[in-house]
């Protein structure tokens, strides 16, 4: 395939780059212009999946179901009634929102994890037929295609996990061959199992789903469309004079999306970086700002590059004398946590005791917390605090341990806040710790205006 076309571009645009008839001609436009997209992959309009899952999870009240139904066939109707010839797809829309009905009944007696992504799917499916019928309006030849044809996963509902040898081999056979003529548009999030039951990649799937496909292509490029232009030094709505980052490293990059910076997934690199695939991230509504280029080598790393916040953290401190220059305990308390299938983030250690953090892996937010049966099993071994309402602040930037006084400039900065749990060293572009949740906003402020203005 990249023999025919030595520059493939993949391009992703997101739920709000796809929400009306307008943002989906600005999107369309995007695609226009670059006759080396030949591969285009869009999230369900704004706001729909949410109102799939409030189906999925079962309304039992009809009245209810019917009005929310109502509510998803507008949002699509109100794009159809703005296309010239609304004909040649309104009959494959109607389809989908029957069976959307059709779906929310029956989840309404027995939801389950399966009906659930097969009722979710239905916002990336009906998205796909409208864009592509504005991309043939605009005279470009665009052909929609059903990604579950090659984005094959496990069984597990929800947050599957992709198969990429599978992607590759189905899309060399299924999806290269139409890439040499016509664009294809077709759905991120989405794939399907073994038995072609319907699976969804869970949070932040869209962008993965599309790294995934540029690997599986053997892309030149990938870009992300998103509402904002690019990745900032901060979050521009916690400090004013955020400033824009024009180009960033893998390593970089990966530590900010890890870090809760919330325009990337951190599985979403993984494919990119397995073959070095240039990744582009930019706003749909004002491409002309440019935007972010993330690359393997990049020009300029400075020591600091930015500040990135995830909130909803819950520590977890286990004390035990037993501990006390002891052999096991570690690997115990590890064995326990794997054994009840809990993911930890960070870690750091003193003589008598062990603080972790832990990951946020699911779809239903809130802070993550321990299960009473993993409580239960630690307790035996030492005593168990778990504190939440913490904010974890990372710095981010290169070569940061190995240079000198970098850690002081951090420290001194913060010496008005109690700072918690403090990893450093481990990583030459992180330096991270916890604060409170009501001073964390003023540390990233505070800090951004001493490294970055």
Known sequence: MSASNPNLVVAKFGGTSVAD???????????????????????????VTNQLVELAKGINDPALRLQRIQTLTQTHQAILDQLNEPDVISQAVYQLLDHIATLAEQSAIAPSAALTDELVANGELLSTHLFSQILREQGIDAVRFDIRQVMRTDSRYGKAVPNPTAIRQLSQQHLAPLLTNQVVISQGFIGSDEDNHTTTLGRGGSDYSAALMAEAINATTLEIWTDVPGMYTTDPR???????????????????????????????????????????????????????????????????RAVALRCNQTMVTLTSLNMFHAYGFLAEVFRILAEHKISIDLITTSEVSVSLTLDQTDTAGGA??????????????CRVEIEQELCLVALIGNQMSQTQGSVSQVFNTLEQHPLRMVCYGASPHNLCFLVDQSRAKNVVKQLHQQLFE
Do not use: Y
Not at 256 to 271: D, E, Q, R, Y
Not at 278 to 301: N, Y
């Open 21 to 47: 008839h307008q943002a989906m001609r600005r999107s369309a436009a995007i695609v226009a212009n670059n006759p080396n997209t030949k591969l285009v992959l869009i999230s369900a309009c704004s706001g």
């Open 238 to 304: 916690i400090a004013a004079n955020a400033q824009p980052i024009k180009e960033i490293s893998f390593s970089e990059a990966s530590e900010m999306a890890n870090f809760g910076a919330k325009i990337l997934h951190p599985s979403t690199l993984v494919p990119a970086i397995r073959q070095q695939i240039p990744v582009f991230v930019g706003s749909s509504k004002a491409p002309e700002l440019g935007g972010t280029w993330i690359r393997q080598h990049v020009q300029d790393a400075p020591l600091f």
């Open 368 to 381: 993550p917390t321990l299960p009473p049966s993993a409580i239960e099993a630690l307790s035996e071994l």
